[in-house]
Each structure stands twice: as C-alpha cells, then as structure tokens.
C-alpha cells in the first residue's frame, strides 16, 4: 500500500458520486502529497471533493484525481495546492 498506513486515520467521504450514490470509508494512506481510499469510482469524477464531515460541515481535504485497479486517490489540499485554488473561487 502506498504511504503510510495511519492508526487515526479519519473517515473519509467523497463528494464525488460513486458508481451506487455517495460512499464513506476509512482513508488508506496518506503521503506527504496524496490520499489513498478504497471507494468505487467512475471516469469523469475526477476534480471532486473527497472530504469529512465534523458536525455537520463539510471540510475539504483533498481533490480527486486518480482511479486504480484497488485504490483510488487524491491530492491533498497543502498550501501550495490552497493558494492555487484560491484565485479560482467564484
């Protein structure tokens, strides 16, 4: 498994449908760049929140971006990714 696996790791929810509706799974890894998660996805998804919900809210914490054949993953939203994204916002 890519990166290392995190005895806390979060639940993980992804704002991206999956191939049967909205999915939750516990995050597989994580590197210093991505996240790694075990949930059903579809071409086109790509660019889609994967995020947790605290208390209602949902927070960001990754984008998206790669199917795999067991594992799909994301790109975490660090600094530099933030700051890209900013002047995006509508």
């Known amino acids: 498994m890519p990166g290392k ?3 806390h790791a979060p639940l ?8 049967s509706g909205y999915d939750a ?3 597989a890894a994580v590197n210093a760049r991505k996240v ?26 990754a984008i998206h971006a790669y199917g795999g054949a067991s594992t799909n993953s ?4 660090i600094t ?5 994204l900013v002047p995006w916002k509508a």
């Open 25 to 27: 799974r516990r995050i």
């Open 36 to 61: 790694f998660y075990d949930i059903d996805t579809a071409g086109g998804q790509s660019g889609s929140a994967v995020y947790r919900v605290i208390n209602g809210a949902r927070y960001a914490f």
């Open 80 to 84: 530099p990714v933030y700051n890209n």
């Open 12 to 19: 993980l929810i992804t704002a991206a449908e999956t191939r």
């Open 5 to 7: 696996r995190r005895a």
């Open 74 to 77: 994301g790109t975490r939203i």
